[in-house]
């Protein structure tokens, strides 16, 4: 039996019992969409098809018809996979990270965040491949035996690393994610009736896997969970340093950086935890949790926001220190550009999103309100994409020898490309959102006697 | 003779887990418990084995880092040697520290799935199996212990209201 | 080129039996290949675009689906009849001579199953439009069939009707004037004067596009000969060119070789060169010391000079000058761009009183290259006008686009009875004429050439014509009721061995030249007047020179080397002349240039909306364009770019700045070098003292002491010692941004165009560019003195001096051995071979671009669309003709995929193949790349260090070579020589 | 094309076939002439075979014994360099010659002196017996290699017999003791059921099933685009087997740039007349096919006369071994300087009445004999200096063409 400090807040809150819970969970499944949800989902399908239609432009005519050029060869279709690819490591961190330290206020908000993990890992997949050339021949890049003698692939290749990564972390997390599911299927299985939703009750015995809840199972369940969670944190850890080394292992001034790999995975913990934020105000209301994702949720990831987005800044910091002190030239002009060139406003923009906005959660009346964590978590998921921005444009813009120096604008196809694959995150999420349990309820349960507000209140 | 099963249902995981205590200290044999989430401790008051998930997955585990090691060996090395950027592949340890990233991932990779997978197999779950659980509430509130019982029936339901269930179920074999 | 050519059968078979009598047809008149891949129409057009070419002829792969599988049928149609020399897959030379009325050089044409693809120098240097001439030769929009009145005719009906009416004329004594360009063939002149002959009242005027008229009219008043001088600048100590572009277009493309040859700090000495010009010319970025002049100050300073030497006082500005000229009397000298004869006059005396005369130019052995003559085609204009002119045949000229007056011209030619044009187009002159009766191009014809004093080359087919065309001299001979040049022109030398003068190209024979009297005429003499306003000088682009080949899109795309833009002629101004007038230029989001624009007006000549260039090194008060430009009937790359400079004329301008801007295409955008350590360079004063100035390597502090870059290295290296390992060495004091390589490198290597907008948007595709730097004010020494903060400092640095230093650096793909792409391509798609280069396999490329990413030289280029077969982008990969062109051993590269510089891997690899069938090594004369042929100074110097028998090896230890970007240790397989400027 | 099954069998033929003809290329290699001295033998196979015999009597040309008495040297080279120009100098015998084989002209080879030495040292004292092409060897042996087909249907076959053999043992055993027999078929479906019936069975079952599915599948991937045993019909029904394997005439006579070009082109149709001008009736087809020839080019065969402004049409040929246009193969690297025959990648074609892709022309299939097949270096001065240094780095090993970068993309693809 888990004991809790009688000061916490309550992290459950309106005196629910096991069944309320279950019937809370459940409700968005059972029930009717209210209208918020359809007027996001709408919207997000919009921005999701016209995304479908840029991509297969691009696929058709070429990648001419992206903003690129002979020296900044890589521009948002890298930087929306970065930023897609922070976002989505959040979500194993609060589910795995937390777990190890037992992190009780996690649980009610870890199923949303390795949602949110997938779906934008799922979005980041889609651009190693469509930014390809020639994406129809993207299987060249797995080590498949061939006609060819056989050609095999190039181990050296950080964007090699970057496909095992990846695919490597995407599928984790999904098991990850679904062993977690089960028992909370089967209970909508259960709850389901024959009779009114055969469909639906088909549907969730298929997806439960025929969880039945015993001892041994659930002994087993735990331990599972919980190497699972040691196997994801150095995952976690692993993939942004890898996604941090496509620039790290370059000699491109500004890429060449060793600070790169924890200064992404920071960048990473500190969007993602801002997009959780977005996700869940929104969630809250769309799919009526509010007594599950309490202020109290909010403010730790507020406090978790503050610290990494300082963190980051000190990052910043130091990058600018280390060129300097490196006196090489190249390296100076590089981060003197960075903050002074052409591209000035874009590093504004990244500093104050990313440096100063989270100081403001220095505030308690700020770090614990619905309103402005939202507007700062937004402001964080756009300071974070201009991050990227800055490191692979002004990096690329000027590089070694000015004859070959130039700019960057974005096609139209650019843009919608990158609004598409958000539409397509959103659509995803909110699909969820009305078809998953969207709280990890067995667990929720088992802390209901230590942390639901009814017991505190009795104590 | 006849067997029967017993189903006690309790509300609370804590009266469930005082129960379970009392009933094995009394010598009568719990077939099974069914619970909506993990009760802990219960598996020590039940006196079940340490599982071995942790196990298989280490061994997984290394599985997957030797072939991934393999693999990088014969393709970068072994079949077609090829001069990139000058990179020494004159033999795996020179052109190793390339490859970590994948070998780590690999490993990893194996761990994690090939450790899921026994976990369903040990559990006997697959798409589209079906619960044996014989109550549908235990998913959502309720905690069932499962008896069964040779001869007297009586003693072991009062065993059973002594300890708090709330409900009894019979069921004859 | 040591290549084994093989001799050209065509004559010895002349008189042969039936069988053989058809080989020779079908080599000449090879009517079914062609006929064959133009009229196969289910042959689909993508295929032309395959690596073999075999299907433009007989040997053809012609693809159709079978229902039954899905794998395509593929015909292979040999010749019915094979000719004699032609081997499929193996390229045949054939010397010949290059001449279109401008440009002349002495080439090496190379063949591939009967198709002309490359041009190679022979006998004289090439330049970068030579090099492009075979592409015109498969130029589209030329005329196809003789016309009349614009529609097509036939050559029986035109030559009937066109010889009805000159007996009509000669009957009635009209008067013929044949207009032509300079005529350097002998046989022609000749062809001309039987011609005069047989129709009696016939003149022949000779004109040049750039005229040189003054400069002749002046020879002829010095010395009595109306001809031009040779120059012999390797004999020169001092080189003084008061605007010449003698590296560039000025006369004869041999002068860069010599130019090299007497600056060659190896021997300890350079030739000093100064220039005096108000527009940055080619050879003004060479120069050691460049003073910028108003044009109109020329004379005046001309004649000061002239004083100076005579012992008088020298202007400022020229005062070193005079002093050198005057103690390298006889090793020295004084050329000019002027085209007015009193000018011209003064440089004679200046070089008669240096007695340059037969030491550094000789007018006893004198050059042809130049016959035009102003006051004759002023008097043709007079006579046109007034209707004494009964016919008109041009010849090479295009006289209503390049003349200033060409309304005149046009007003007079409708009072012309008979006008024939045989010009390759029907260009701006030929569509208002009666009859066009196209010519044939160079690589299609028969002929002679006399540049110079006892040198003749020849001319012969290199393919049979692709349109119905007839030599200009077959048709003057089809006029007189006669035929066959062929023999005509044989019997021009009889004395001479001709298969062998054939299959050299050239011969040499004694040549009586005209006898030169001793310079004995009144010196004028101009003053130093300051004149105020805008001045506007005419220039000619390197690339695009008289505009006659301004349909040809490997030209168009041809960078400027000094404003890098192409696609484009423009108005260049100095940056505090556009300052006074408030114009700039400026970078949009994308990097792509625009401009102000400015209403013109030159010599009663307006053009609206012209856009200006800031041009460093243009004089202050000064404005040029570049001629060639502006064409309105030249073909579908050619039409409607930029204006015609050639009807403006030197003179005041001006201007008047008016609204909108204008987008250029430039491929390079930042113009200094940021005080980066890219072009090493130092003075001839440092390098004798200290072999390694300029290029000190840098070390590294290691735990055991100081090394440069390539010792602190944690691998393993692999070994190169065994086999080939090629290197190749840039030398940039003999580069002089010519560009020629880059053209060559376009032939050699299928480089598509991808046209203006594109190059906008930085994508253009050389694989070898030339990278231009000026020197600017700000240097980090300066900001060091003056404790200007950095962010000042490189801010200054990007502005380039008003008279800055130039350099050009050639930059292709610097096939590191630690190559920093290789690493990085997740597919393998580019490594490295045990050669020394930096392979590229398209096929595997899936074009993630991350090795472009990563590359320090930027010299990798994608793919961004389909460049060939793709209506969005018409150039000659898009044109059944114009594909001819292309190398059959190099694949033309699909959408997707990365591409660069191979180092002509495909020469290597034949070279390589050629030696072991030989059964001997690799001889250093042999190893070539594209650039490394085209360089007509040897700044590109190609071949195997592992052989101690090439050059390059020592090339590699100089003290001068070293490797871009050195502290990368990327380890290049391409380095570059110190640039050294012979100056204080 | 679809993957059938017939192309795995193929490949692993194709593998046997192979090894036997490198076997036979170390053969070759020690019969094969590398002196740089012009060897008369070959350039009279390469050239004269198709027309002239030794003491063979007239072919198209004259029989050649002894022609060396009866002709002057410096006559037999004027005649052999261009015998066009020696008639029209008007050389008496070379006019009767003329007239005597009806006006058929020659064809002019333009040898250099050595190998017109050589040549006519050969004609001096030929070998009593002409020397056979070695190739027909590798023909006869290539068949060897067994499909792998035929081996899995033996080996069934027996099973099968086993089975066969076993029951009736068991049966007459039962009937001796009076128990019922059983067929075949029964004693099969008992046994499979009985195996069955353990689960661990079923599972291995299972992943035998598994396993050899998948197998198929892969070959399946693997021979897509494999066009092996590709024999299309040809516009003219040309037996390689008459003119190559019969009348022993020398590929490159023929396919005259294999030696020179990146193609071994497809011959003209006036390299077949320097033979057809005098053969114009064959056995079977032949003539109607040779005919084919005449009306591409304009022969009257009656009149043995070239048809004066005949329009010539082209014979359009199918090309069998298509390489991708992105590989760039050199006939003459191979052919010369690798000294491979021809039969090494194209078969026995002597042996071939219809021509067909022999090998898969796959990169595997070229790297694989990349990687085995060693330089051939001897008496080439090209190589001496890197064979020196060649040798002491791979001490001992042989020097094969990958270890020369032949594996390098480069190589073959730019």
């Known amino acids: 039996m888990q004991k809790e400090a009688e000061i916490r807040d309550p992290l459950i809150l309106g005196n629910k019992s096991f069944h309320d819970i279950t019937k809370d969970i459940s409700k968005p499944v059972e029930g009717k969409a209210n209208k918020y949800w359809w007027i996001l989902f709408s919207l997000s399908m919009v921005l999701f098809i016209w995304g479908v239609l840029c991509m297969a432009y691009t696929i058709g005519t070429g990648i001419g018809a992206w903003g690129l050029n002979k020296t900044v060869n890589w521009a948002w279709d890298i930087t929306n996979f970065v930023w897609w690819i922070g976002i989505g490591h959040a979500g194993t961190l609060i589910s795995a990270v937390l777990l190890l330290f037992r992190q009780k206020w996690r649980m009610s908000i870890n199923r949303s965040a390795e949602a949110m993990t997938i779906f934008g890992v799922a979005q980041a997949a889609l651009f190693p491949l469509i930014h390809m050339g020639r994406p129809w021949l993207a299987y060249y890049v797995f080590p498949i035996p061939n006609q060819f003698g056989s050609l095999w692939v190039n181990f050296n290749s950080p964007l090699l690393w970057d496909v095992f990564a990846i695919s490597t972390y995407f599928s984790v997390s999904v098991v990850f994610w679904y062993i977690g599911l089960i028992p909370d299927f089967a209970m909508l299985r259960d709850r389901m009736s024959a009779k009114t939703a055969p469909m639906k009750k088909q549907l969730y015995s298929f997806l439960s896997f025929g969880w039945s809840g015993k001892a041994k199972h659930w002994q087993r369940f735990e331990e599972v969970s919980l190497v699972l969670a040691g196997l994801a944190t150095p995952l976690v850890f692993s993939v942004h340093s890898i996604v941090s080394m496509d620039f790290a292992t370059s000699v491109i001034p500004g890429w060449h950086t060793t600070i790169f790999p924890p200064y992404f995975v920071l960048g990473a913990l500190f969007s993602g935890f801002a997009m959780v934020e977005t996700l869940l105000i929104i969630m809250r209301k769309v799919v009526n949790m509010e007594a599950y994702i309490t202020i109290k949720h909010i403010e730790y990831m507020n406090i978790i926001i503050l610290l990494t987005g300082s963190l980051v800044g000190t990052a910043y910091i130091t990058e600018l220190f280390m060129s300097w002190y490196s006196g090489v030239e190249f390296e100076q002009y590089a981060f003197l550009n960075r903050a002074t060139g052409p591209y000035w406003w874009a590093y504004a923009i990244m500093m104050t999103c990313n440096v100063l906005t989270p100081q403001l959660y220095w505030f308690s009346s700020i770090r614990k309100s619905f309103v402005a964590t939202f507007i700062l978590s937004i402001f964080v998921n756009i300071g974070m994409w201009f991050e990227r921005f800055v490191i692979i444009v002004t990096s690329l813009h000027r590089d070694f020898l000015p004859s070959s120096w130039t700019m960057f604008s974005p096609s139209f196809i650019d843009i919608g490309i990158y609004l598409g694959t958000i539409g397509f995150f959103f659509v995803l999420f909110l699909l969820y959102a009305r078809t998953f349990p969207v709280i990890a309820q067995a667990e929720l349960k088992s802390i209901v006697k230590s942390s639901g507000s009814e017991y505190k209140n009795k104590k | 003779m006849s067997k029967n099963t017993l189903y006690g249902i309790f509300d609370c995981e804590l009266v469930l887990l005082a129960a379970v205590k009392e009933i094995r200290a009394n010598k009568i044999e719990i077939k099974e418990v069914y619970s909506p989430f993990p009760v802990h401790g219960l598996d020590k008051a039940l006196g079940l084995k340490e599982t071995r998930m942790a196990i298989t997955a280490f061994i997984y585990g290394c599985i997957g880092l030797s072939l991934a090691a393999l693999m990088i060996y014969n393709i970068m090395i072994i079949d077609w040697p090829q001069n990139i950027g000058g990179k020494p592949n004159f033999t795996f340890y020179h052109n190793m520290p390339a490859f970590i990233p994948i070998m780590f991932e690999c490993t990893v990779l194996f761990a994690a799935h090939l450790m899921s997978i026994t976990y369903l197999i040990r559990n006997g779950l697959y798409p589209g199996g079906e619960s044996d659980s014989p109550d549908a509430r235990t998913t959502d509130d309720k905690f069932l212990m499962e008896i069964e019982v040779e001869g007297n029936v009586a003693d072991v339901k009062a065993m059973l209201t002594k300890t708090g269930a709330t409900e009894i179920n019979e069921k004859d074999a | ?984 | 094309m679809q993957p059938k099954i017939e192309d795995i069998f193929n490949m692993i033929r194709i593998n046997n076939f192979k090894s036997c003809i490198l076997l036979l290329a170390v053969v070759f290699t020690f019969s094969f002439q590398t002196s740089a001295q012009p060897d008369g033998a070959q350039i009279y196979k390469a050239n004269c075979t198709a027309c002239h015999m030794i003491g063979g009597g007239r072919l198209v040309g004259p029989d050649l014994q002894g022609i060396t008495e009866k002709r002057t040297k410096d006559w037999l080279k004027k005649w052999i360099n261009s015998s066009s120009e020696l008639i029209a100098s008007g050389d008496a015998d070379a006019i009767a010659i003329f007239e005597e084989y009806n006006k058929s002209v020659m064809t002019d080879f333009y040898f250099s002196d050595e190998d017109m030495a050589a040549l006519l040292v050969y004609l001096e004292n030929p070998p009593v017996e002409e020397v056979q092409v070695a190739s027909a060897a590798g023909a006869t042996e290539h068949d060897k290699g067994m499909s792998g087909s035929t081996q899995m249907m033996i080996v069934a076959l027996v099973l099968l017999t086993l089975v066969f053999i076993l029951t009736s043992v068991k049966n007459s055993l039962k009937e001796s003791l009076g128990q019922e027999t059983e067929t075949v078929p029964e004693t099969l479906k008992n046994q499979t059921e009985l195996f069955l019936a353990n689960n661990i069975n079923k599972l291995f079952v299972g992943l035998f099933i598994m396993i050899v599915v998948l197998k198929f599948a892969f070959d399946a991937m693997m021979g897509v685009g494999v066009t092996t045993n590709y024999q299309p019909v040809q516009p003219i029904a040309f037996s390689h087997k008459i003119h190559a394997g019969d009348n022993s005439i020398d590929c490159n006579y023929c396919h005259t740039s294999a030696r020179t070009s990146k193609h071994s082109a497809i011959p003209s149709a006036n390299i077949c007349m320097n033979c057809h001008a005098s053969i114009v009736s064959g056995t079977t087809t032949g003539t109607t096919e040779i005919q084919k020839i005449y009306d591409a080019i304009g022969y009257d065969p009656e009149t043995r006369t070239y048809i004066e402004g005949y329009e010539q049409k082209p014979i359009e040929w199918v090309k069998i071994h298509n390489l991708p246009d992105l590989a760039y193969f050199n006939h003459s690297q191979h052919v010369t300087v690798g000294q491979l025959e021809c039969q090494e990648c194209h078969g026995a074609i002597e042996e071939m009445d219809v021509v067909k892709q022999e090998s898969e022309l796959t990169m595997g299939w070229c790297i694989e004999c990349h990687r085995e097949t060693e330089v051939k270096m001897e008496g080439n001065d090209y190589y001496t200096q890197m064979h020196e240094k060649m040798k002491e780095k791979y001490a001992g090993e042989k020097i094969t063409v990958d270890k020369m970068g032949g594996l390098e993309c480069g190589k073959c693809h730019y």
């Open chain 3, 1 to 984: 080129m040591t290549k084994a050519k093989k001799y050209w059968k065509g004559l010895a078979e002349l008189n042969n039996d039936p069988l053989v009598d058809k080989l020779k047809q079908n080599e000449f008149v090879e009517e079914i290949p062609v006929d064959e891949f133009l009229g196969d129409k289910e042959l689909p057009a993508s295929s032309t675009s395959r690596r073999d070419f075999l299907k433009f002829l007989g040997f053809s792969t012609a693809a159709a689906t079978l229902a039954a599988c899905e794998t395509p049928i593929n015909k292979a149609i040999p010749y019915v009849i094979k000719p004699e020399e032609i081997t499929p897959g193996v390229a045949n030379y054939y010397a010949t001579t290059m001449y279109d009325g401008h440009d002349y050089a002495s080439v090496l044409v190379k063949t591939r199953e009967g198709r002309p693809i490359k041009i190679d120098a022979n006998k004289s240097a090439t330049n970068a439009r030579i090099q492009a001439s075979v592409l015109s030769l498969y130029d589209s929009s030329r005329l196809k069939n003789p016309m009349k009145g614009g529609v097509d005719t036939d050559w029986s009906t035109a030559d009937a009707e066109i010889i009805a009416k000159l007996n009509e004329i000669k009957e009635n004594g009209g008067k013929i004037a044949i207009l032509s360009s300079t005529i350097l063939s002998p046989s022609t002149k000749q062809l001309i004067a039987d011609f005069s002959a047989a129709y009696g009242n016939v003149s022949h005027i000779q004109m040049d596009a750039v005229s040189y008229s003054g400069m002749l009219d002046a020879n002829e008043a010095s010395f009595g000969v109306r001809v031009l001088p040779t120059y012999s600048f390797d004999k020169a100590e001092v080189i003084v060119s008061f605007g010449a572009d003698f590296l560039g277009n000025w006369l004869s493309t041999d002068h860069a070789k010599q130019y090299v040859t007497a600056r060659n700090p190896k021997n300890g000495k350079m030739a000093k060169h100064y220039q005096v010009e108000s527009t940055l010319s080619l050879t003004g970025s060479n120069a050691d010391d460049r003073v910028q002049i108003k044009p109109s100050e020329q004379a005046g300073l001309l004649s000061n000079l002239y004083s100076a030497l005579n012992g008088g006082t020298a202007d400022s500005r020229i005062a070193k000058m005079a002093n050198d000229l005057a103690n390298n009397a006889g090793k020295s000298i004084v050329v000019c761009n002027s085209n007015d004869a009193q000018v011209q006059t003064l440089v004679n005396a200046i070089n008669n009183k240096l007695g340059n005369y037969e030491n550094t130019m000789s007018l006893s052995n004198p050059s042809y290259l130049k016959q035009g003559n102003d006051a004759e085609v002023a008097a043709l204009l007079e006579e046109m006008n007034a209707g004494k002119i009964a016919a008109l045949i041009t010849y090479n000229v295009n006289p209503s686009y390049t003349l200033q007056n060409a309304a005149a011209y046009n007003a007079g030619l409708a009072k012309v009875g008979l006008t024939i044009s045989t010009s390759l187009y029907n260009d701006e002159s030929a569509a208002k004429m009666m009859y066009a009766c196209p010519d044939n191009h160079n690589l299609e014809s028969w002929g002679d050439a006399n540049p110079s004093n006892g040198v003749y080359t020849l001319m012969q087919p290199t393919i049979s014509p692709l349109f119905k065309g007839r030599q200009f001299q077959e048709s003057m001979m089809a006029w007189m009721g006669k035929s066959d040049y062929h023999t005509y022109l044989q019997n021009t030398y009889s004395s001479i061995d001709w298969n062998k003068s054939v299959h050299d190209g050239y011969f040499t024979q004694n040549q009586a030249a005209s006898t030169v009297s001793s310079f004995a005429v009144a010196v004028p003499s101009f003053d130093l007047g300051k004149a105020d306003g805008i001045e506007f000088e005419m220039t000619e682009k390197i690339s695009m020179g008289d505009g006659s080949q301004s349909n040809n899109p490997w030209l168009q795309e041809l960078p400027d080397p000094l404003s890098r833009a192409c696609w484009d002629n423009y108005l260049t101004m100095s940056a505090s002349t556009a300052r006074d007038l408030g114009i700039t230029n400026w970078n949009v989001s994308n990097g792509a240039l625009n401009g102000n624009m400015v209403n013109i007006t030159v010599n009663g000549t307006t053009y609206n909306n012209v856009p200006v260039m800031i041009q460093p090194g243009q004089a202050v008060g000064t404005v040029a364009m570049a001629v060639g430009y502006g064409r309105t009937a030249a073909g579908k790359c050619g039409d409607g770019i930029g204006f015609n400079a050639f009807t403006l004329g030197n003179g005041t301008a001006t201007l008047e700045v008016v609204g909108g801007e204008y987008e250029f295409a430039a491929t390079q955008l930042h113009h200094t070098m940021m005080g980066r350590d890219i072009v090493k360079e130092t003075t001839l004063a440092d390098f004798i003292n200290d072999p390694y100035a300029g290029n000190h390597q840098v070390t590294y502090a290691t735990h055991d002491g100081f090394k440069p870059a390539s010792e602190v290295t944690l691998w393993d290296e692999f070994d190169h010692s065994t086999g080939h390992f090629w290197n190749m060495s840039i030398d940039l004091t003999s580069c002089i941004g010519c560009s020629a390589c880059v053209i060559s490198c376009h032939a050699e290597n299928n480089v598509p165009v991808v046209g203006k907008e594109e190059v906008r948007k930085s994508r253009d595709m050389h694989w070898l560019r030339i990278d231009r730097y000026f020197s600017s004010d700000m240097t980090k020494e300066l900001s060091a003195e003056e404790k200007i903060s950095a962010i000042t400092m490189y801010a200054e640095m990007e502005e380039p001096s008003g008279n800055p230093e130039t350099v050009f650096q050639p930059v292709m793909c610097q096939h590191c051995n630690h190559a920093p792409c290789e690493t990085v391509c997740p597919v393998a798609a580019t490594s490295h071979g045990s050669e020394g280069q930096n392979h590229m396999a398209y096929n595997r490329c899936v074009g993630t671009r991350y090795c472009a990413n990563n590359c320090p030289y930027k010299v990798r280029r994608f793919n961004w669309f389909q460049y060939s077969d793709n209506d969005k982008f018409d150039f000659n990969m898009n044109d059944d003709h114009g594909k001819m062109v292309l190398n059959p051993d190099v694949v033309v590269r699909s959408r997707g995929v990365i591409e660069k510089c191979s180092m002509c891997i495909q020469k290597i690899q034949e070279i390589k193949l050629d030696a072991k069938k030989a059964g001997t090594r690799v001889a250093d004369a042999d190893a070539q790349t594209a650039c490394s042929s085209a360089c007509p100074t040897n700044a590109i110097v190609f071949g195997d260090v592992n052989d101690d028998t090439h050059q390059v090896q020592a090339m590699k230890k100089d003290t001068r070579s070293y490797a871009l970007l050195e502290h990368l240790n990327t380890d290049p397989s391409v380095f570059y020589q110190t640039k050294i400027r012979n100056k204080a």
